[in-house]
């Protein structure tokens, strides 16, 4: 093994290369250019192939990195996209955007040691792309069909991860989803320059094409309720992600060119997949030539800036309660915006939306750090007589996402919830109190990630699973 790896004392760490300012902020493509197979082989084989892994512990789907590492500095590619693929059913995905600073990557022990992490989520990124482009990835094939049947209302990851499990152990799988495109927050959420929109159609179409059935523009709770499709189905399964924006209540609230953060960032993905968007063509949810001022400090916000960068903002400005320390977003993203020419105004707060009849000002109070909350965060406080004034045409508010009321949007008064509007599961089997209804994502941990979403969308297929199986004996004692 030492032969091929540990070689992290004499390879330095090296991810693929940034694309050029200038010409990232002139398009929406990725801005990390393509690992080459030798540059892949050499950073892998900068493992440490620790006893105990923490990469993979603090993977939230376990991935076996270690291995996955090994084989690639071996060459054998093949094996390795098999491995990654056993744990993970968008591994390009959550190579592209996991946060892994937080994850694996993080918890990297030669990263402890100074010598600069393993570059995990690219090495993920790039397995997986290469096996696409070799034909490795094929469709499911079923060897046994099942005549169950399970309803997923949500095609984001989560939905999309559980249907390919149960699809692959046969079960006839329909997903509903409102949109007109599978893929959720990774399809009209998440900025191609951080996700390309061809790395998730090409996954759906996949699906697709392994017999998962995908209903399209249908709105659970406007076009059918979960008591019919629990009818129709003999499972169901809930992820339909958070998606009411967040709100602060400010005088001037109701200005004109005041957005939630997904209708700006919805906006602009449509138009990069050709779509025609009425408020964009007329200019109005488009950031060019403007002052845009983003409020809020997460990977929305930082998704937020760097479009409106890209669209041409005359200015970006960033407000953010907290420091740079103290921010929610990953280290790597706002660094990212910074270079592109985002300005950032730590520890500031909006006060005030003023203007006729559209935004011209906002006014912001300055905001001091006081003692620890009950988070253990420290508590923005107010700085008196501190206020000032940004000039701007464009104001776009990202402040987290919050559950809808599914209860009620699914004329579903029964389905138990918590007492943040999140969907109340039993922690071992993700079953609602509803008999054959799970839940899966966002809707039960609130807003999160996609690795996440995946993980419990696969934890929820392997209950349904079993769901199902004792549903089929119970039937046949009967008969
Ligand atoms: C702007 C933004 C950037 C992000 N960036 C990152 C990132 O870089 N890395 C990361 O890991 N995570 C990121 N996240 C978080 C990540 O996208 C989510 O955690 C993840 O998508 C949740 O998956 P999900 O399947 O639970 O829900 P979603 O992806 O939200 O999918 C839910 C689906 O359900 C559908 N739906 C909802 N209600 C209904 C209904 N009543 N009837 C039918 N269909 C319905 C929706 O149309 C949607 O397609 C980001 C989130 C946002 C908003
Ligand atoms: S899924 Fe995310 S956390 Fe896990 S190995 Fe891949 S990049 Fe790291």
Known sequence: MTDKMLKFVEIGQQNPPKRQISDRKADFNEIYD?????????????????????????????NNIPDWLKLTAE????????????????????????????LCEGNCVIEQSGHGTVTIGSMEK?????????GWIKPIEVKNEKNQSVGIIGAGP??????????????RVTIYDRYDRAGGLL???IPNFKLEKHVVERRTKLLKEGGIEFIHNFEVGKDGTLDQLRKKHDAILIATGVYKPREIEL??????????????LTASNKKGLGDKVELFDKGILNAEGKDVVVIGGGDTAMDCVRTSIRQKAKSVKCLYRR???????????????????????WLSSPKEFRGKNKIENLLVDQIVLGEPDETGRRRPEVKKNSEFEIKTNMVIKALGFDPED?????????????????????????????????????IVRGASLVVWAIKDGRDAAESMIKYLKNNEIRKSKVA
């Open 34 to 62: 393509e690992f080459i197979n030798q540059k892949a082989q050499q950073q892998s084989s900068r493992c440490s192939q620790c006893g105990v892994p923490f990469c993979q512990v603090h993977c939230p789907l376990s």
């Open 158 to 171: 989560a939905g999309l991860a559980a249907a390919e499990q149960l699809r692959k152990k046969g079960y």
């Open 126 to 134: 790039y397995i997986t792309d290469n096996a696409w482009q070799q």
């Open 187 to 189: 399809i009209y959420g």
């Open 406 to 442: 599914l209860p009620l949007l699914f004329d579903s008064k029964e389905l138990q919830v918590t007492k943040w509007g999140t969907i109340k599961t039993d922690f071992d089997t993700m079953e609602t109190n509803l008999k054959g209804v799970f839940a899966a994502g966002d």
């Open 323 to 345: 420091d740079k320390e103290n921010m929610p977003g990953s280290a790597r993203e706002v660094a990212n915006a910074e270079e592109e020419g985002v300005e950032f105004i």
């Open 75 to 102: 060459g054998r590619l093949r094996e390795a996209y098999e491995l990654s693929q056993s744990t993970n059913n968008m591994p390009e995905v959550c190579g592209r955007i996991c946060p892994q600073d937080r």
């Open 251 to 264: 005088p001037g609230n109701d200005l004109n060119n005041i957005f939630p953060a997904m209708e700006f």
